[in-house]
């Protein structure tokens, strides 16, 4: 019977992953990042945007973490529109995404770390004009890999809190583009 045994293995697999809960119980972190990214395809021109990441890296050992999470570009109108009348026309380019990988982390002088970071986002890329009026939006999507690298430090007086720089580069196969993006967030261990 098919039922015993799924009973069987997920009591198993869950005895089996204590140990790896116990030595990275302290590891498991949520991050936010915010930061900086040229974004374009064929039809618009390359424009920098603001890109944020939220996150979740779970630990499997102190070095080797899972890593999920949401990446999206702002949908409100750009803010230079309003002092810049011609751009009114021109594509505005947005996207969203989710990503999952792997992190590996080695920890310097006691208490700073760097990483690297890689596995496949998927994003969907929204294009319209920034005049609502005019052509209907058009959007593709995509699954394409994703690496970044970056470090961490903690803040000085707040417990489990941690203060990153991160480049991210994403290696799209459609005509979007999104590379790289420059990040700066916080992470919150636990």
Do not use: C
């Not at 939220?54 to 750009?78: H, M, R, T, V």
């Amino acid at each position: 019977m098919a039922f015993p045994s799924l009973w069987f293995k997920t009591i198993m697999l869950l005895l089996l992953a204590l140990p790896f809960q116990v030595l990275a119980a302290d590891q498991h972190h949520f991050y936010r990042s915010s930061g900086i990214a040229k974004i374009g395809n064929q039809s618009s021109t390359f424009d920098e945007t603001w890109v944020t990441q939220i996150g979740f890296n779970y630990a499997l050992s102190s070095a080797i973490k899972l890593d999920i999470g949401y990446s999206e570009s702002p949908s409100f109108q750009d803010f230079s529109l309003f002092s810049q009348p011609q751009l009114l026309n021109q594509p505005k380019l947005t996207y969203k995404g989710i990503f999952g990988g792997a992190k590996v982390q080695h920890t310097l002088f006691d208490n700073t770390s760097i990483y690297a970071k890689g596995g496949v986002a998927i994003n969907k890329f929204d294009e319209s004009l920034s005049n609502a009026s005019s052509a209907p939006e058009a959007d593709s999507s995509e699954i394409s890999p994703y690496f970044s690298i970056g470090a961490s430090i903690p803040a000085t007086n707040l417990i489990n809190l941690d203060l990153n720089v991160e480049i991210s580069y994403q290696d799209p196969e459609l005509k979007s583009n999104v590379n790289p993006i420059f990040l700066l967030g916080a992470q919150y261990r636990f």
